[in-house]
């Protein structure tokens, strides 16, 4: 059976890890563009493309080479994301510059810059990664829950744009999920995170790896458009 090809930014680790994991095992070549690259060897279906997507040019460089390598596209994940949290008061430019940079503007950039080639082909699956303070606004987290916030907005309206074309536009809001993001919080806030989540644990980055494979293969060949919430019902 041909390959199917998958570009992810980030993916060195977490949640962009986890996903390129289950994109091998379902018989996906992956690019994926990030500053470091993973540890662990994977095999020959995984190629690093070393990347700063802060650094527009150098963004769009990778994605060429990625494309360039591929030939096709049949599946774009927009995953790389950073946190600089603070109270508004406090935030600084850069704090926010930063986060809108490195979470939406990346996204736009390569969403832009891979749309020929997804138009040309007529198929093909973008899976945005949000997060649920994009959806529920979060206190300390402006710059964050705007970003991801954005990418909803980003998601929806794309749908609308590609959809004539046969290609779906999902994104994927994450809750509380234990990765390098979130290990820097101690056990008494985990401890209150969790009582505030209805089904009373923490997700894991297959969980959310799990959905986005979900929302790249053809079993849900009629969803576009749409948020969905790996969150242990945090957000209802
Ligand atoms: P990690 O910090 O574990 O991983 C972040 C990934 O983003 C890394 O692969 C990193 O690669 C990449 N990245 C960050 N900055 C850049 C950059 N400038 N250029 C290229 N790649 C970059 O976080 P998670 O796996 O937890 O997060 C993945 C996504 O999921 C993010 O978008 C995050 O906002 C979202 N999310 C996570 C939640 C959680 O609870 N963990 C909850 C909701 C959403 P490298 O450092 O090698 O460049």
Known sequence: MEKQKAIITGGSRGIG????????????????????????????????????????????ESLNTAVKEAKVVDLLVNNAGITRDGLLM????ENWDDVITVNLTSAFITCRALSRTLLKQKHGAIVNISSVVGVSGNAGQ??????????????????????????????????FIETSMTEKL???QKEAIVA????????????????????AS??????TGQVICVDGGMVI
Not at 144 to 151: D, E, I, R, T
Not at 218 to 223: G, L, N, W
């Open 17 to 60: 890890l986890a996903i390129i994991k289950k994109l091998l095992e379902d018989n996906y070549e992956v690019w994926y563009l990030s500053r470091t690259e993973v540890e662990e060897n994977l095999g020959p279906f995984i190629h690093h493309i070393k990347t700063d997507v802060s650094d527009k040019e150098n963004l769009v």
């Open 90 to 93: 406090r935030m600084s430019d």
């Open 142 to 175: 402006a710059n964050y829950s705007a970003s991801k916030a954005g990418l909803i907005g980003l998601t929806k309206s794309l749908a609308k744009e590609f959809a004539s074309r046969g290609i779906r536009v999902n994104a994927v809001a994450p809750g």
């Open 186 to 188: 101690s056990d008494a």
């Open 196 to 215: 505030q989540i209805p089904l009373k644990k923490l997700g894991s980055a297959e969980m959310v790896a799990d959905t986005v494979r979900f929302l």
């Open 218 to 223: 053809s079993a849900s060949q009629y969803i």
